[in-house]
C-alpha cells in the first residue's frame, strides 16, 4: 500500500471516528422531568400542561424521554420530588407557584440541571429560569362577557389562594365588567386549594346562592362548570376548553398552551444553548388562547369580545389602564397610565369596587 493510501485510510478512520463521537453526543435525548400539583385529569391547569408535554413529544421524537409526576403538594414533598428528578435528568419543569422555594433550594444542589419554574420570580442561580402567561389579559375578555351577560349583576369568583396572579385577574375582569356594566359587583370565595372538587363545588353553590349568575374559578377541576350547567349559570373555563361538561353553561374560557415553549426550552438544552431566562407572555404570542364563544351568547357580545382579543393580540389595550383607585379610594394609576410590571408581578390589592374583604 502507498504511503498515499495509508494516509487515506487513516484519515477516513480519524473522520469515522470523529463523526462517531459527534453522532453519540448529539443523538443522546434530553431528559425532561414535569411536577405537577394536581392529575392530569383535572382538565384545568395541570391537564393543560399535560397537552403541552405531549406536543413536546410529538414534536421532539426520540429527542426527549419525558417524566411526569402528579399530585405532588407544595410542601417538603415537592423538594424530596425535585431532587429525586435532579439526580436523572438534565432539564426540570416545577408547574406550580408554591414549588418556588423548593425549586431554588434544589437548584442551588444541582448546577448542571436546568430548572423552569412556572408563575415564579426567583432566578438566584443561572440554572433556573420563570415563565407564566399574562392571565390577566384573558380575564379581561371574559370580565367583558360576564359584565354584559349578567342579569343579577352579581359575578361569583372561586379563588385559590391570594398570590398576585390570582389577584390580578380578579382585578382585571372586575375592570373590564364594571367597563361594560356599571352596576356590577363581585363577590369572591377563597377555597385554599388549586384542585379540590368538592370545595370547588361548594363554592360555587355558595356564589348562586348570593346571586350570582356568572361564575369565574382560578381552581383547576371542572366541578363549578358542572354546577353552573345545572344551574342554568354561565361559568368561564379555567385554563383548558371545559364545555363537555357545561356545553350550555360554558360562556368562553381562557386556555394555557404550553407545548411551543416546551419545544423551545428542551430544544436549547438539545442544541446547548439554554440560558436563564424570564418570560411572560399573552395573546399576542398565543400562551393564553380562548375557548369557543358559546353560541347562545348576544351576536353584539360575541363581538365585543373579538374585537378584544384582536386588540390585546396588537397591543392596542392593556387590561390595566387609569384612571384607576385602589379598594381604599387611594389612586393607584393616573388617566392614561398602564400598570408597571413591578406592580401587576407584586399585585396585593384591590381594585376600587370590589367590597370583598382582603384575604390575609
Partial sequence: ?????????????????????????????VKAAFVYIGPTGDHGW??????GVNHLKEMMGDDVIVTEVENVAENSDSERVITSLARKNDIIFTTSFGYMNPTVKVA???????????????????????????FYEGRHVLGKVAGRV???NVIGWIASFPIPEVIRDINSAFLAAKSVNPDVEMKIVWVYTW????????????????????LFQHTDSTAAMTIAEEKGVYAFGQASDMRDWGPNAQATGIMNDWGPYYVDRVQAVLDGTWTSTDVFNGVDSGMVKFAPMNKNLPKDVRNEASRAI??????????????INKQDGSPWLAEGETAPMGDLLGMQFYVEGIDSLFPN
Fill in 46 to 51: 395541570t391537564y393543560a400542561h399535560h397537552k
Fill in 310 to 323: 384582536i386588540d390585546l393580540a396588537m397591543g392596542k389595550i392593556h387590561p390595566f389602564t387609569g384612571p
Fill in 150 to 152: 349578567t342579569e343579577t
Fill in 1 to 29: 500500500m502507498s504511503n498515499r493510501s495509508l494516509s487515506s485510510v487513516m484519515k477516513l478512520s480519524i473522520l469515522s471516528v470523529a463523526l462517531a463521537f459527534t453522532s453519540n453526543v448529539y443523538a443522546d435525548p
Fill in 108 to 134: 442551588a444542589r444541582y448546577p448542571d440541571v436546568k430548572f423552569e419554574h412556572a408563575t415564579g420570580y426567583m432566578r438566584p442561580t443561572p440554572n433556573i429560569s420563570t415563565y407564566s402567561a399574562r
Fill in 195 to 214: 384542585y379540590d372538587p368538592g370545595k370547588e363545588a361548594d363554592a360555587a353553590n355558595a356564589l348562586i346562592a348570593q346571586g350570582a349568575d356568572v
